[in-house]
């Protein structure tokens, strides 16, 4: 049985629409408690959007109660896959700007609307990347803004700080279901999504502004001694350097030495052989299929 969750048509209606929407993906009932858990204020002109996947002989539970609000709107779905939610999600959203989100991610009401207001002093952007804080790691940030397409060295998005404008994105960009949790390559589909929306044309910046808090550790972190985290590494590599990811390869074998010694990571020789194993897969699986972006790609000027 299914997981028992608001639908649209069974959620009060406010008669003013959203201008930012959070998209919030997460899996089972478990996952919908932590969204429950999580710090998600109300903030005039924002809505959250959940995505559930479910399994279809899962025990039907009623939503949490802290969930029953008017901003809140729930959707289930049967799929499996990060990226697969992610995609469902956007599809399902509405409002112009769209905030990429976790099930265990803190919001409050100055960075939701931070979020707002860069996109406002920002019309050129199609997509602004900002930053979190945490308790269980550090991320370094750029101090300054960048240009996504050129980032600072060492800088990289991660999934949650990802905010979008939907006329630029929806039905045309998608994030690539090879990748992310339950996937073939379980992470890296921020990266991919970001250079699909460049490759088509879509303008990016970094902001150091913070908009949320995530104490979980992140996928990355999470499992650095996995075969799949090199082979990951080197697919998505094939994709955003498909020239010179073997002297990429080789400069990250060589930043792995020092967390090999301390045993974080597995051995130089096998992190290469994954690497390497990651990159055949993608090419024998074609998991980058070359897109027209001439068919579903065209620049709104209106708002320029």
């Given at each position: 049985?299914?997981?028992?969750?608001q639908?649209?048509n069974?959620?009060p209606?406010?008669?003013?629409?959203?201008?930012?929407?959070v998209l919030?993906?997460?899996?089972?009932?478990?996952?919908?408690?932590?969204v429950?858990?999580?710090?998600?204020p109300k903030?005039?002109?924002?809505?959250?959007?959940?995505?559930?996947?479910?399994?279809?002989?899962a025990d039907?539970h009623?939503?949490?109660?802290?969930l029953?609000?008017?901003?809140?709107?729930?959707f289930v779905?049967?799929?499996?896959?990060l990226?697969?939610?992610?995609?469902?999600?956007?599809?399902l959203s509405?409002?112009?700007?769209?905030?990429?989100?976790?099930?265990?991610?803190?919001?409050?009401?100055?960075?939701?609307r931070?979020?707002i207001?860069a996109?406002?002093?920002?019309?050129?952007?199609?997509i602004?990347?900002?930053?979190?804080?945490?308790?269980?790691?550090?991320?370094?940030?750029?101090s300054?803004?960048?240009?996504l397409?050129?980032?600072?060295?060492?800088?990289?998005?991660?999934?949650?700080e990802?905010?979008?404008?939907?006329?630029?994105?929806?039905?045309k960009?998608?994030?690539?279901?090879?990748?992310?949790?339950?996937?073939?390559?379980?992470?890296?589909?921020?990266?991919l999504?970001?250079?699909?929306?460049?490759?088509a044309?879509?303008?990016?910046?970094?902001?150091?502004?913070?908009?949320?808090?995530?104490?979980?550790?992140?996928?990355s972190n999470?499992?650095?001694?996995?075969t799949?985290?090199?082979?990951?590494?080197?697919?998505?590599?094939?994709?955003?350097?498909?020239?010179d990811?073997?002297?990429?390869?080789?400069?990250?074998?060589?930043?792995e030495?020092?967390?090999?010694?301390?045993?974080l990571v597995?051995?130089?020789?096998?992190y290469?052989?994954?690497?390497?194993?990651?990159?055949r897969?993608?090419?024998?699986?074609?998991?980058f299929?070359?897109?027209?972006?001439?068919?579903?790609?065209?620049?709104?000027?209106?708002?320029?």
């Amino acid at each position: 049985m299914q997981l028992m969750a608001q639908t649209e048509n069974d959620m009060p209606t406010s008669c003013r629409q959203p201008i930012l929407q959070v998209l919030i993906c997460t899996y089972g009932y478990e996952g919908l408690q932590r969204v429950a858990a999580s710090s998600h204020p109300k903030v005039d002109g924002v809505e959250y959007i959940v995505s559930i996947q479910q399994d279809p002989d899962a025990d039907e539970h009623p939503a949490p109660k802290e969930l029953n609000r008017d901003d809140f709107k729930l959707f289930v779905n049967l799929t499996k896959g990060l990226s697969i939610n992610r995609n469902v999600a956007l599809s399902l959203s509405s409002a112009p700007l769209l905030l990429i989100s976790d099930d265990d991610v803190d919001y409050t009401e100055e960075g939701l609307r931070n979020v707002i207001d860069a996109f406002h002093r920002h019309k050129d952007m199609d997509i602004i990347a900002f930053r979190y804080t945490s308790m269980s790691h550090e991320k370094s940030y750029p101090s300054s803004p960048c240009n996504l397409d050129k980032p600072t060295k060492g800088y990289f998005v991660t999934s949650f700080e990802i905010a979008l404008r939907r006329e630029s994105v929806q039905g045309k960009i998608w994030f690539n279901e090879n990748f992310g949790i339950g996937a073939m390559f379980p992470a890296g589909e921020e990266e991919l999504f970001i250079r699909d929306c460049l490759d088509a044309g879509l303008k990016g910046i970094f902001i150091p502004i913070t908009i949320a808090r995530h104490d979980s550790k992140t996928t990355s972190n999470r499992n650095l001694m996995m075969t799949s985290r090199p082979q990951t590494k080197g697919a998505v590599l094939l994709r955003l350097h498909p020239k010179d990811w073997p002297l990429r390869m080789i400069v990250h074998t060589l930043r792995e030495i020092p967390l090999w010694k301390k045993g974080l990571v597995p051995s130089p020789i096998s992190y290469s052989r994954n690497w390497l194993k990651g990159v055949r897969l993608a090419r024998k699986m074609k998991v980058f299929p070359t897109p027209d972006y001439s068919l579903y790609y065209q620049r709104n000027d209106k708002r320029r």
